[in-house]
């Protein structure tokens, strides 16, 4: 089965811009979906086909994908982005969703 | 505004069939370009996704669980359910449902709040 690999952590001081990746066999053929999780809530829709927003998610969320890497970018980072972000792929092989394993965003 | 509601026993014991139900209001379950999803979370781990269903009936299943999973839809009562068979202590999660959208790529874009599933005896 398809295999999704994130970093288990991501620190970055507010303002500056965090990056988180998201590491699959030729991801870049694929269409990536990115969630925000804050504790004790359900996940949020941040990015969606690689790179577009849902209406509502500030243009700081942004994505990108090629190659083996996606990556979500949130820029000028705030406290409110401290929360877990998880990567979805579709996996044509088995019909069927992949999660990545998430990576915790620590705001410094 | 779409809204879903998890519901379902909290507690299940093991080898028994773990049951639930989704409710979708403010928006009709038949219409519209949507998957119904279900996915779930152990406290302290990542997201699983378990399986999703088309208003015509088609399913996916997530492969690790496709002989334990029946996902089904009710237009009637405008719900969704799961039923997951033989369960055992590594299904206790927190339990969501979710609409994916064929506008964002089928991207979930409403969820409910999810509910928690304990398997003990």
């Known amino acids: 089965s398809y295999v999704l690999t994130q970093p288990p952590s991501v620190s970055v001081a507010p303002g500056q811009t965090a990056r988180i990746t998201c590491g699959g066999n030729n991801i870049g053929s694929k269409s990536v979906h990115w969630y925000q999780q804050k504790p004790g809530q359900a996940p949020v829709l941040v990015v969606y086909d690689d790179s577009d927003r849902p209406s509502g998610i500030p243009e700081r969320f942004s994505g990108s994908n090629s190659g083996n890497t996606a990556t979500l970018t949130i820029s000028r980072v705030e406290a409110g982005d401290e929360a877990d972000y998880y990567c979805q792929v579709w996996d044509s092989s088995s019909d069927s969703w992949v999660f990545g394993g998430g990576t915790k965003l620590t705001v410094l | 505004q779409v809204q879903l509601q998890e519901s379902g026993p909290g507690l299940v014991k093991p080898s028994q069939t773990l049951s639930l139900t989704c409710t979708v209001s403010g928006g009709s379950i038949s219409s519209g370009s949507y998957y119904w999803s279900w996915i779930r979370q152990p406290a302290g781990k990542g997201l699983e996704w378990i399986g999703r269903?088309?208003?015509?009936?088609?399913?996916n299943y997530n492969p690790s669980l496709k002989s334990r999973v029946t996902i089904s839809v009710d237009t009637s009562k405008n719900q969704f359910s799961l039923k997951l068979s033989s369960v055992t202590a590594a299904d206790t999660a927190v339990y969501y449902c979710?609409?994916?959208?064929?506008?964002?790529?089928?991207?979930?874009?409403?969820w409910g709040q999810g509910t928690l599933v304990t398997v003990s005896s």
């Open positions: 269903i088309y208003t015509s009936g088609s399913t």
């Open positions: 979710a609409r994916d959208h064929g506008s964002s790529g089928w991207a979930a874009r409403d």
